[in-house]
């Protein structure tokens, strides 16, 4: 299955796959159907999702409030929306 970012009531969704304990935060390619995201924070006490939604605002440009992690908070494999971004917004920002 290939990478998709589809147009939902909350936002625009895509899959992401985190990578903790990164040496850097980066997005590191395609993963099957998700976006692979390097992380420095530990899968720890939450601290990788809030690494997560603090790199997507700076990436995207939105608020923190508007990133949510709408399945996966416990896994790598995560469900993210994008409230205020169009699926083609963030296809352009991704440079897919």
């Known amino acids: 299955m290939a990478f998709t970012v ?3 009531s909350h936002g625009a969704q895509f899959a992401l ?3 903790p304990r990164a040496s850097r935060n980066a997005f590191a390619g395609l993963m099957g159907d998700a ?3 390097a992380i420095t924070a530990p899968p720890v006490d939450g601290k990788a ?3 997560v939604i603090e790199y997507l605002s ?3 440009r ?3 409030a508007s990133i949510t992690i709408v399945s996966g908070e416990t896994g790598r494999n ?3 929306a994008i409230r205020g971004m169009s699926a083609a917004q963030v296809l352009k920002a991704l440079k897919i």
């Open 6 to 8: 589809r147009d939902t």
């Open 17 to 19: 796959r985190v990578q």
């Open 35 to 37: 976006i692979k995201l």
């Open 49 to 51: 999702n809030q690494a």
């Open 58 to 60: 700076e990436f995207f």
């Open 62 to 64: 939105v608020p923190k």
């Open 78 to 80: 995560k469900l993210i």
